[in-house]
């Protein structure tokens, strides 16, 4: 049996992204002096696919919501 756990995050536009935990592979916060992510982005989300999502949740809201739907 294949268990598939889903969170929900949100863009910095406040969309709702549904993400599977098993494919995130670590979590980034911003650096202040680093203006590459959009205003009110507060973590990057790295994927197994090399691709990344940036949403407005902490980091540690993030991996919190991770350990809570295991």
Do not use: W
């Not at 959009?38 to 990057?44: L, S, T, Y």
Request: net charge positive; proline share 4%.
């Amino acid at each position: 049996m294949i268990l598939l756990v889903m969170i929900i995050l949100h863009s910095a536009t406040g969309t709702p992204i549904d993400l599977n935990t098993a494919t995130i592979t670590n979590l980034r916060n911003p650096e202040p002096t680093n203006n590459a992510f959009a205003k009110g982005v507060q973590c990057q989300v790295n994927m197994t696919d090399g691709k990344y999502v940036t949403v407005k949740e902490t980091c540690a809201e993030v991996r919190k919501l991770m350990e809570t739907t295991k």
